[in-house]
């Protein structure tokens, strides 16, 4: 549990990860996805704040958010805490959001999560889960925004392969940003356990 910025006596940073990862993303290679030009750091409005995930995002709409998504279910503030703390933690979940700083309620959001390799020299690969824009605040290029923010991200990182899985009528919005279908290894497969809910 959090008390006063502390966990177990040490310092505990509120931020899911450094904020200073954000600076510096490679945003001339993107430039053309963008109309009008807009960055993570230059977002087209000034009341729009780029950052990572916090843990008090709980109180500002976080939750309902991903609720337009998918199934979120009934978290209390200590599961939230809990969870953000052992994402934290691992060092590979990188829940970065977009922040209406009018009335501090966050509107968009996306992660970006690493995962280690033996392959490719040892190398890094990353996936993007959770995109989601606030459905008052669609048409504002928000969802290209968000996305681009992690993909410059993981490029950043070094990682060899960004890869994600979305709904066909989405296919062209990824496309736009530069994702492809790859021919021969297209399919995406799961296996859904019993829902907890």
Not at 78 to 101: H, N, P, R, W
Not at 143 to 157: E, M, Q, S
Request: charged share 25%; hydrophobic share 40%; with cysteine.
């Amino acid at each position: 549990m959090v008390i006063n910025n502390k966990v177990n006596g040490e310092f505990h940073p509120s931020y899911l990860y450094n904020p200073d990862f954000l600076t510096g993303l490679d945003w001339n290679s993107v430039k053309s996805s963008v109309t009008p030009f807009v960055t993570n750091e230059e977002p087209g409005e000034d009341y729009f704040l780029i950052r990572p995930l916090q843990i008090d995002d709980c109180d500002k709409g976080y939750l309902p958010l991903l609720s337009q998504l998918t199934i979120v279910g009934d978290i209390s503030r200590s599961e939230f805490e809990a969870q953000f703390l052992k994402m934290q933690k691992a060092g590979c979940y990188f829940v970065t959001v977009i922040e209406d700083i009018r009335d501090s309620r966050i509107i968009a959001s996306a992660t970006l999560v690493t995962e280690l390799k033996f392959i490719h020299k040892c190398a890094e690969r990353a996936r993007l889960e959770d995109v989601v824009v606030n459905n008052s605040y669609r048409g504002k290029q928000l969802g290209k925004l968000i996305v681009l923010t992690v993909t410059l991200l993981a490029k950043k990182f070094g990682c060899y392969k960004m890869s994600l899985d979305c709904k066909d009528q989405l296919v062209p919005f990824y496309k736009s940003l530069g994702y492809v279908l790859e021919p021969g290894n297209s399919n995406s497969m799961m296996l859904r356990y019993e829902s907890k809910l």
